[in-house]
């Protein structure tokens, strides 16, 4: 079965830093495209992070970049996600999601992990 | 950054009515469309990529149309696990965006 199962997630202070993982099973990881997508309560989606399957290529969203780090292992089948400097804003239930090629749209997501930052 | 607009933001319908989102983009995106089903609590679903390319595994009731900036997705005959909300996004040009969202409701 292709799964994507997130963790890390947890209350936060203002100014802190949470890293995030995503374990991938049931496909080949190595070469697909990776993201990562969040939701703060009761909004919308918001794309915040993209990183190719060779990790050549990464993007990111402004109200992230500088702040956030996508990074992946492909050895491990991991996606990670380095966030620091986390604000209230950050507040968000944050998905992993596979990213098809040449289209990038996103085909699976994981189930998600809450990201609480609070002093 | 392209900003996806959908409308209407939320509508009310019934098991078995026809259902039509739209979706504008603010600049060209040619097919890079794609739509979204979320259900309350639950992870986003893929219906259709590259504008009107069914998912698989996706039911044939959901179809998407459109080129450039102006696509729709119809739900033909709505079902019960379709009240959910909808979403369509862009990945023409990062950063991918999102429309604000589509709230279908029980009528």
């Known amino acids: 079965e292709v799964q994507l199962v997130e963790s890390g997630g947890g209350l936060v202070q203002p100014g802190g830093s949470l890293r995030l993982s995503c374990a991938a099973s049931g496909f080949s990881f190595s070469v697909y495209n990776m993201n990562w997508v969040r939701q703060a309560p009761g909004k919308g989606l918001e794309w915040i992070t993209y990183i190719s399957s060779g990790s050549s290529t990464t993007y990111y969203a402004d109200s992230v970049k500088g702040r956030f780090t996508i990074s992946r292992d492909n050895a491990q089948n991991s996606l990670y996600l380095q966030m620091n400097s986390l604000r209230a804003e950050d507040t968000a239930m944050y998905y992993c999601a596979r990213g098809a090629d040449y289209f990038y749209y996103m085909d699976v997501w994981g189930k998600g992990t809450t990201v609480t930052v609070s002093s | 950054d392209i900003q996806m607009t959908q409308s209407p933001s939320s509508l009310s319908a019934s098991v078995g009515d026809r259902v039509t989102i739209a979706c504008r983009a603010s600049q060209s995106i040619s097919t890079y469309l794609n739509w979204y089903r979320q259900k309350p609590g639950k992870a986003p679903k893929l219906l259709i990529h590259?504008?009107?390319s069914l998912q698989s595994g996706v039911p044939s009731r959901f179809s998407g149309s459109g080129f450039g900036t102006d696509f729709t997705l119809t739900i033909s005959s709505l079902q019960p696990e379709d009240f959910a909300t909808y979403y369509c996004?862009?990945?023409?040009?990062?950063?991918?965006?999102f429309g604000q969202g589509t709230k279908v409701e029980i009528k």
């Open positions: 996004q862009q990945t023409y040009i990062a950063p991918w965006t």
């Open positions: 590259t504008a009107s």
